[in-house]
């Protein structure tokens, strides 16, 4: 709730600093004095528009903020999607130069215009002849009403049905996708699955092909290396494994004269018995290998194939075989997509009669709310001198609308002001005065049930009434005020005797200049107000006594 407002060199406001409490707050004066300049800086403050003539004569610019309480749930939520989270508090600034242009603030970061209504949407609603009339809007209705009746519960499982019913749009909308015919789909993925397991890739990509290409294309040079170390190493005469043998029988022969030879003899037996099986390697590898123009030639096309594949689709050769399997995937979903479809079909003619089912419970609980909310209304606003005024809920079902995540009812709060009147829209209908009863009465009645913005606003709710129905609406306001934080600007002494706190708004002259005063009245001087506000020019001991038990009468006094 509204916790403080600051306001500089606006209007005939040169400096106004005030705080606010629970509860219901009053503002009196004078007419004239500026009672409801307050209420035009808060507007400011939620995005009213704005000109240079507001700016008080002789500055440069005007500028008012207002600090509210630590947000909620969801006002938190919708400042840290925006990120304009504060501390502890929201302050909310608005900024209006010479030049006629403005700038809005929240929590210090500059925003538009339409943010700031957004914002103030959340935190303040205004009754009377204001923009930040709620009531008006369609939203709002739904929302008031949903809450009155109870019907959370319904409403969410509507909201569940349309999120099903969205699922399985998705669903069709992915089949039935008018960006590509069906039998091209259809025939592209066929050829594409066709044409990679033609190309045959493995899971090592390239390098099995490229291994097998490189030792074709050295295979004549390989040959020859091979049969020329053959060559040298057994296949001559003079080849090292002859003379090898040689040289191991020769030392056997004299192993008898000198044992130490043996050892010798030894190892050159080891070395002969690797150069055999090196040399059987050998030509084991010559004789594998042979000189194939066409396999290389195969090799060659293969390999540039695949990159070409690889290059079409965007990948990497070794990322080919998962290619292959999503179009598998993809070409076996799209050729059973017309089971699919009817499948999807059925499923969403049983999920629109769900929706439909949920639609039509949550509509029977706003029509059984709605005439709840139409009685007790009707009650406050005779009780609020408007007699012949009738609220009349108008909910029309519409099974054939859109689905949304609301219901299918059309919802109108309409009004008649008057007995034979026709009834129309709250906006069209009722008037300023007219309208900020009409608010004062649904706010009461669903005080209990609908949680609403933490701060009401009441401009001159009382307008066009006095006597017996003005204390009616003072007590209602006071009753809001047990759990709203509530604003009242009024020209009644019996609405002014019913708030918790106390405003006077005063006009001041001086030095040839004029401004206006907000000051928190205190028991005598509260007392000294409401008898102004009961008498004249001249105030008697009988207007103070008067005001005295109108105060204690209401509780607000001491």
Not at 191 to 201: F, I, R, S, Y
Not at 408 to 414: F, S, T
Not at 471 to 498: D, I, M, S
Not at 531 to 549: C, P
Request: include cysteine.
């Amino acid at each position: 709730m509204l916790r403080e407002i600051h306001i500089r060199d606006l209007a005939i406001v040169e400096q106004l600093d005030l705080e606010f409490g629970d509860g219901m707050h009053v503002l009196t004066g004078e007419t004239g004095a500026g009672k409801s300049i307050l209420l035009d800086a808060l507007g400011l403050c939620l995005g009213d528009r704005a000109n240079a003539e507001i700016i008080r004569p002789g500055a440069e610019r005007a500028e008012v903020s207002a600090v509210f309480d630590p947000p909620g749930d969801a006002i938190r939520q919708w400042l840290a999607e925006r990120e304009l989270e504060g501390e502890d508090e929201i302050i909310v600034r608005r900024v209006i130069q010479g030049s006629g242009r403005s700038r809005g603030f929240v929590n210090g970061t500059p925003v538009a215009l339409q943010m700031l209504r957004e914002l103030g949407e959340q935190l303040v609603d205004i009754h009377g002849q204001h923009a930040h009339q709620s009531l008006l809007r369609p939203t709002t209705q739904r929302e008031l009403l949903d809450a009155y009746a109870g019907a959370g519960e319904a409403r969410g499982k509507v909201a569940a049905r349309h999120r099903e019913l969205r699922e399985i749009d998705r669903g069709l909308a992915e089949l039935e996708d008018s960006d590509q015919d069906y039998e091209d789909r259809l025939a592209l993925l066929r050829h594409q699955v066709d044409e990679l397991e033609a190309a045959a890739p493995s899971r090592d990509g390239l390098s099995e092909l490229e291994q097998e290409h490189h030792r074709l294309a050295h295979a004549e040079s390989l040959i020859t290396l091979a049969q020329s170390q053959l060559q040298a190493l057994s296949d001559d005469d003079l080849a090292a494994q002859p003379l090898l043998g040689r040289a191991i029988r020769e030392l056997e022969e004299r192993r008898q004269i000198d044992p130490a030879l043996g050892e010798a003899a030894d190892l050159f037996q080891n070395a002969l018995a690797h150069l055999e099986e090196g040399c059987q390697t050998l030509r084991s590898f010559a004789d594998g290998l042979e000189i194939d123009p066409q396999r290389l030639a195969e090799l060659d096309q293969r390999i540039s194939d695949l990159r070409d594949l690889a290059r079409k689709h965007r990948v990497e050769v070794e990322q080919l075989p998962e290619t292959l399997d999503a179009l598998h995937t993809q070409l076996e979903r799209l050729e059973n997509a017309g089971q699919r479809l009817e499948a999807l079909h059925r499923e969403r003619t049983a999920a629109v009669e769900r929706y439909q089912e949920a639609a039509r419970d949550l509509s029977r609980q706003r029509q059984q709310g709605a005439e709840r909310l139409a009685t007790e209304v009707n009650q406050l606003l005779t009780e609020l001198g408007m007699a012949g005024a009738e609220l009349i809920p108008a909910i029309h079902f519409e099974p054939d609308a859109t689905p949304n995540g609301y219901g299918l009812d059309r919802i109108e709060l309409q009004v008649r002001t008057n007995a034979g009147q026709a009834a129309g829209p709250l906006a069209r209908v009722a008037s300023g005065g007219e309208l900020s009863r009409i608010g004062l009465a649904i706010q009461v009645a669903t005080v209990e049930r609908a949680s609403g913005v933490p701060t009401l606003v009441f401009d001159e709710a009382d307008s066009g009434i006095g006597g017996a129905v003005a204390e009616v609406v003072g007590r209602l306001l006071r009753t809001l005020g047990r759990r709203y934080q509530v604003l009242c600007v009024t020209h009644l002494p019996q609405v002014a005797a019913q708030g918790s706190h106390h405003y006077r708004v005063s006009k001041v002259e001086a030095d040839g200049n004029t401004r206006t005063n907000v000051d928190p009245l205190a028991e005598t001087d509260r007392i000294e107000e409401i008898a102004r506000m009961l008498g004249g020019l001249e105030i008697t001991d009988d207007e103070r006594a008067a005001a005295r038990r109108m105060l204690a009468r209401s509780g607000s006094e001491g």
